[in-house]
């Protein structure tokens, strides 16, 4: 019974010997990487939502989800019928506007042939005139004839500058008509050309949203494109760590559709405002090496590297007691503290390589 006992004792001192050394280290040197958190989106650069200008109905999907398309390429048609009326009214008055200025039946022409009798007149009562004034001023012939021949005169004279007016008056309004009705063709044209809707980047179409059929308006987005092969990286950072970011930091991923493997990335955008819901900042990163396969809307996580340096004084990040001490064979000792991760933390002062530490939750 009493070699049971001290057997026992035995078992019980190698244990708690065995359990003292697990909780127990000293300060390692080696290279620490301070780090802040984000939650990743992976989406594709340029993406944006295709909407319409006009309002109508969707007459056809002329692309597939998936497609890859390039700039130009028609993807939606939609009808309206008022705008192919409007179109065709414009045409039609455009037609017109150039025949009254321009053409065989031309406003212009008839005015021409007006102007035309009236210097073949004034040309005829000039000759008139100067022959009774000669004639009167020999003492020939009566007054009332030279003052008759002198009103003809004059009138005709009128009557010519009346009409060059009227050619120079209508010539521009008929101008302008012909300006308005080009300018209306032309706008209607356009508008015509709005109910076939064109891809703005060489890139993939990622979502088709309207069905045939359905009404289409300004407000809503009709497809959703992007780039194919390139994709950024969207971070959110928590508005306290913000002020340790910059562009050109890496960046370690992971994303849940690669389980167990990391990308690396670099910081290539931060945005200055501030998500008031959240208090975070977003910020937007690219791969160094692209995976093989995206897609937009993939999640994960990421760890910023903010800090690097080499030949550390570190211990666990479990051994630090109330953020600035350690628990040592001499009790609690203050430490000066530098950078920091989720493994480990930098010492700078207070503890030497040959010091040894005890978890705080043992002795």
């Known amino acids: 019974m009493i070699y049971k006992s001290l057997f026992v004792s035995i078992i ?13 280290v000293r300060p390692t040197i080696q290279t620490i990487h301070s ?47 008022s705008s192919k009326l409007n179109s065709e009214n414009a045409r039609l008055a455009f037609n017109l506007a150039q025949k009254n200025y321009s ?53 005709s004279a009128h009557s010519l500058k009346g009409l060059m007016n009227k ?49 289409v308006n300004t407000q809503e987005p009709l497809a959703i494109l992007g780039s194919t092969n390139q994709f950024i990286i969207e971070m959110l950072v928590d508005e306290v760590d913000i002020v340790t970011i910059k562009k050109g930091q890496e960046v370690v991923i992971t994303i849940d559709a690669y389980a167990g493997e990391t990308f690396t990335a670099y910081i290539t955008k931060i945005y200055p405002n501030k998500d008031e819901r959240n208090q975070t900042f977003k910020i937007e990163a690219r791969f160094k090496s692209t995976p093989n396969t995206l897609y937009p809307g993939l999640s994960g996580e990421a760890n910023i590297i903010t800090a690097v340096k080499e030949n550390a004084l570190t211990i666990p ?3 630090l007691v109330n953020g600035n001490e350690v628990e040592t ?28 530490l005890y978890k705080p939750s043992k002795k």
Not at 12 to 24: A, H, N, P, R, Y
Not at 340 to 356: F, P, R
């Open 167 to 215: 050619y120079n008056r209508t010539k521009t309004q008929l101008q302008t008509q012909l300006e308005q009705a080009s300018n209306d063709y032309k706008t209607s044209i356009i508008k015509k050309q709005d109910f076939t809707i064109s891809s703005k980047i060489n890139g993939t179409v990622y979502a088709l949203i309207k069905n045939p059929g359905e009404i």
């Open 12 to 24: 019980m001192v190698l244990l708690t010997s065995c359990g003292v050394k697990e909780d127990k």
């Open 35 to 81: 780090s802040v958190y984000a939650s990743v989106i992976v989406q594709p650069d340029s993406l944006y939502q295709v909407f319409s200008s006009v309002n109508g109905i969707l007459e056809s999907n002329l692309v597939e989800e998936g497609d890859t398309v390039i700039r130009h390429t028609p993807l939606v048609q939609i009808i309206n019928s």
């Open 103 to 155: 053409g065989n039946t031309a406003i212009l022409d008839g005015i021409k042939e007006e102007i035309q009798a009236a210097r073949l007149k004034l040309k005829n009562d000039s000759i008139n005139y100067y022959r009774q004034k000669n004639l009167w001023e020999q003492q020939i012939g009566s007054k009332a004839q030279f003052d008759a021949k002198k009103l003809e005169f004059e009138l």
């Open 317 to 319: 990040r479990e051994y």
């Open 329 to 356: 064979e001499k009790g609690l000792v203050s430490v000066k503290v530098g950078l920091k991760n989720l493994d480990a933390v930098e010492i700078l002062s207070g503890i030497s390589e040959e010091t040894l």
